[in-house]
């Protein structure tokens, strides 16, 4: 049997899903999850993070978790002032349905539609769908509908926080053969080894890399596979002990708990959707 309820912190509504497999939380606002802890974890230590000073007054999206970057990553091309990682993540999704489906998992579906202020930010009539599924593994599925006469062209990305036991000693692997680009140098060249020894800071975006990344961690003696689909990039980022420094919603000390391993599409990765046509995002998260 699978339970759903509803509580709130500070200004945002918390729904907390448990069923056979794991224990997720979910807030609307954003369609972000903030936590999923599997069951068959033997220490049941959340695969997510979210920083304990994260900020839940509806104003800004909470800092961890899997926040939703759409309809651009990053700073905004043209308009600076705009919100950086698109205005998705500020705005509260509405909750269609819940279901349990035959296998004991859990399955929500949220969405968000175009107005007349977010013609005013970017000029596309769109529905955004994310379904999330809550079972042995977290699966996420956000669905792009284009409902303007014309291509929208867009960049987008699941930000997941993932919980590490340090984000120094981790390793990410599965990223050989696609193109670094390093934000914190400015180089960009072939990323040909076959793991990723972490040195935070780090904030490098993958291009044209569409297979699966592990997350090694021998300190919580456990892999994190991120499967996704129709996504050309990933990103991995962790501010280290300086960066952090400017972020009020981390503390100074929190810098090795948590390590960003983003999938999406992303710089040159553009998503180009027609007129009435549809585009979908998909993750999966297990331990393996």
């Not at 926080?161 to 390093?182: A, I, M, W």
Request: charged share 20%; proline share 5%.
């Amino acid at each position: 049997m699978s339970s759903v309820s509803f509580d709130v912190q500070g200004a945002l509504s918390i729904i907390t899903v448990e069923n056979a497999f794991a224990m997720a939380k979910i807030t609307p606002y954003g369609a972000c999850v903030l936590s999923f802890i599997p069951k068959k974890e033997k220490n049941r230590s959340d695969l997510l993070w979210v920083s304990p000073s994260a900020i839940y007054n509806g104003k800004k999206p909470v800092r961890g978790g899997i926040p939703i970057c759409w309809p651009w990553f990053g700073k905004h091309s043209v308009d600076s002032t705009l919100p950086a990682h698109g205005f998705v993540r500020n705005r509260v999704w509405q909750l269609g349905r819940v279901n349990t489906l035959e296998n004991g998992a859990t399955e929500l579906i949220f969405s968000i539609e175009s107005s007349e202020e977010t013609m005013k930010i970017w000029p596309y009539r769109f529905r955004l769908e994310v379904i999330m599924t809550i079972g042995d593994t977290l699966s996420l599925c956000l669905t792009t509908t284009n409902l303007s006469d014309q291509e929208m062209q867009l960049t987008e990305a699941f930000h997941s926080y993932f919980n590490v036991s340090h984000s120094g000693e981790v390793v990410v692997s599965g990223l050989e053969n696609s193109l670094q680009v390093d934000t914190l140098s400015g180089v960009t060249k072939p990323f040909q080894a076959q793991k990723l020894f972490l040195s935070p800071p780090i904030d490098s975006v993958f291009l044209n890399h569409s297979s699966d990344a592990i997350i090694e961690d021998v300190g919580f003696s456990r892999c994190i596979l991120i499967r996704k689909q129709d996504s050309m990039s990933t990103v991995v980022w962790n501010p280290g002990s300086e960066i952090v420094k400017g972020f009020s919603d981390i503390p100074n000390e929190a810098w090795p708990r948590f390590l960003c391993v983003e999938s999406g599409n992303v710089f040159d990765d553009v998503i180009n959707v027609k007129a009435g046509d549809v585009h979908r995002l998909k993750i999966r998260l297990q331990m393996v």
